[in-house]
């Protein structure tokens, strides 16, 4: 849905806003009784607990707790869930459009109602303490960066950190990420000991897609083999790695002729 956003905001020539609420989870209402041993520094009679009226980290009532809140906010700004997904929130009027897309506590603000984007920004700060983070540049791992063609979207950081957290000592560079006729099985090579980190490289490079499609079949035939990964299986996944050292600085871009 981010991607499909800024294709949206692209195609439209709107500007993203970026907003982050602080705290999220402290923000919503209990609607159950919920109890707490007093915390240490607070003194109480023996034998009293706490009553909580607001969510705290670390019940499993705070996510839920906060959407509600969260939801009431909204709606009263005029917003409605879209039929496609419920996390994008959109409104209209004579005026234009304005969509609002919510993850957990970050949102993207974009539209051509501009007045109304304006009033949206205060009436949340006024509910919530935001931080105003000013056009959007680095949203959950993705690099974006607007020109006046449209926006560049690229996790170049993000392949880095991959790189530097599989401790991968090959300097050498694949001009592709996988065999175009490889055929792979469950019995190729040896099992490994330890197959937590080619899982987690794996679920890492399945986040990658969003702005490399070019991995994707690569990626998707390796997940295959996620129960029970071999030296084979890792083999070809050091490949895929190796291509993107080479290929990091390669984005997507969408721009105002893009279509929708």
Same mark, same amino acid.
């Given at each position: 849905m981010v991607r499909t956003l800024i294709a949206i905001a692209a195609a439209s020539s709107w500007s993203i806003s970026q907003m982050v609420v602080k705290n999220a989870f402290l923000h919503g209402d209990l609607s159950e009784e919920v109890y707490m041993q007093p915390p240490p520094g607070v003194v109480a009679p023996l034998g009293y607990v706490c009553h909580l009226r607001r969510a705290l980290y670390g019940l499993k009532q705070p996510p839920r707790a906060w959407h509600e809140r969260f939801l009431s906010v909204i709606w009263a700004a005029g917003f409605s869930p879209s039929a496609h997904d419920l996390a994008l929130f959109i409104h209209c009027s004579t005026h234009g459009r304005t969509l609002l897309l919510l993850y957990v506590d970050d949102m993207l603000i974009t539209g051509d109602d501009e007045d109304h984007i304006s009033h949206v920004k205060q009436q949340l700060s006024a509910e919530f303490q935001m931080s105003n983070l000013g056009p959007l540049s680095y949203f959950l791992g993705i690099e974006v960066k607007q020109s006046t063609k449209g926006y560049h979207l690229s996790q170049s950081k993000y392949i880095q950190d991959l790189t530097a957290r599989s401790s991968i000592t090959d300097n050498r560079i694949a001009a592709t990420p996988? =065999?175009? *006729? #490889?055929?792979?099985? #469950? %019995? =190729?090579?040896? @099992?490994?000991? /330890? @197959?937590?980190? *080619?899982? +987690?490289? &794996?679920? !890492?490079?399945? *986040?990658? %897609? &969003? %702005?490399? @499609? /070019?991995?994707?079949?690569?990626? +998707?035939? #390796?997940?295959? $083999?996620?129960?029970? @990964? %071999? !030296? &084979?299986? $890792?083999? +070809?996944?050091?490949? &895929? #790695?190796? *291509?993107?050292?080479?290929?990091? !600085?390669q984005s997507l871009f969408y721009t105002h002729d893009s279509p929708l």
């Open positions: 996988m =065999d175009l *006729y #490889l055929q792979l099985r #469950l %019995t =190729d090579g040896v @099992p490994l000991e /330890d @197959p937590s980190r *080619y899982r +987690h490289i &794996v679920g !890492s490079l399945v *986040y990658l %897609t &969003v %702005t490399k @499609p /070019d991995i994707a079949h690569a990626v +998707h035939i #390796l997940s295959q $083999f996620v129960c029970a @990964p %071999t !030296s &084979v299986h $890792f083999g +070809h996944l050091l490949r &895929v #790695l190796s *291509y993107l050292r080479g290929a990091s !600085s």
